[in-house]
């Protein structure tokens, strides 16, 4: 079963890399032990929003119900043959990553079967199901068990996946309106967007920055930096995007070249040494 287990690890760390540098990046500078179950949630993540963006020919809803069923039963039976599943669920057995946070997230990828525009609750409960609990079953991991820290930080951790998740949206704004017809902003039309607008919501996501950095600062050591470099590399990303007018924003993907993000690596490896980790 060794071989079996890290050769599913291995799939998992795979699909980070090839889907994800940003990302990928970050997790390379976890404590060693951290690295697995994270390319495992990642892994697990990836491919099930894979099925609702971008499997066109296929039967979406189908594939999606069966991805869910699988999930459970590999969870239950502690093996699968599918590799993602396998890795993933060896995850969730150890650190108690259950159907509280499975379920929101599997439902907010259903939600992208159909709807293509939501209003404020849908919004919420989208992000919460697609970016917090991601956030949330990686906290299980970085807390290994603790609860009380777990409970402690898990607002810091919440506000952190709706920045992220907020970022990708408007970073991925033209893509997900021209490709699936979808705006995930509350009243928001994509053929008027103008700065007043998208001023509203950078000004959301900085409170959400705000509060998340708090949370960043009080994580474990393992976990700390790897998290950090994320935080680092969305906030400038997020800088780009504030920079750059409503129009551009309609127009074109903006992102962080990789020159950038191993300069970002370095500088914040730096500061993470002198223990001057900023916000």
Request: proline share 3%; net charge neutral; with cysteine.
């Amino acid at each position: 079963m060794h071989l079996y287990d890290t050769t599913c690890d291995e799939c998992s760390a795979l699909i980070t890399k090839r889907y994800s540098t940003s990302f990928s990046l970050g997790i390379r500078v976890f404590s060693q032990e951290l690295r697995p179950p994270i390319y495992a949630i990642y892994g697990f993540v990836r491919f099930a929003d894979e099925i609702v963006d971008t499997f066109h020919e296929y039967p979406k809803k189908e594939l999606l119900d069966r991805f869910r069923a699988d999930t459970y039963k590999a969870i239950e039976e502690g093996i699968s043959l599918n590799p993602v599943l396998h890795s993933f669920q060896k995850v969730a057995r150890e650190y108690g990553i259950g159907r509280d946070l499975i379920d929101p997230f599997l439902d907010s990828m259903a939600m992208d079967l159909d709807f293509s525009s939501y209003n404020d609750s849908l919004y919420k409960t989208y992000i919460y199901g697609s970016a917090e609990v991601v956030g949330l079953m990686c906290l299980k991991v970085f807390c290994k068990n603790d609860n009380a820290e777990y409970e402690r930080l898990k607002p810091h951790a919440c506000s952190l996946g709706a920045a992220f998740q907020k970022i990708n949206f408007l970073r991925d704004m033209k893509s997900d309106y021209d490709e699936r017809g979808r705006v995930y902003f509350p009243g928001v039309d994509f053929t008027t967007f103008d700065n007043s607008t998208k001023a509203e919501i950078e000004a959301d996501i900085k409170a959400d920055f705000d509060h998340a950095y708090e949370g960043i600062i009080q994580l474990p050591k393992s976990a700390r930096f790897g998290v950090y470099l994320a935080y680092v590399y969305y906030t400038k990303l997020f800088k780009k995007i504030k920079n750059a007018p409503a129009k551009q924003v309609t127009q074109e993907r903006i992102r962080v070249n990789d020159g950038k993000k191993l300069y970002l690596l370095f500088s914040s490896a730096f500061r993470h040494q002198m223990n001057r980790l900023k916000a």
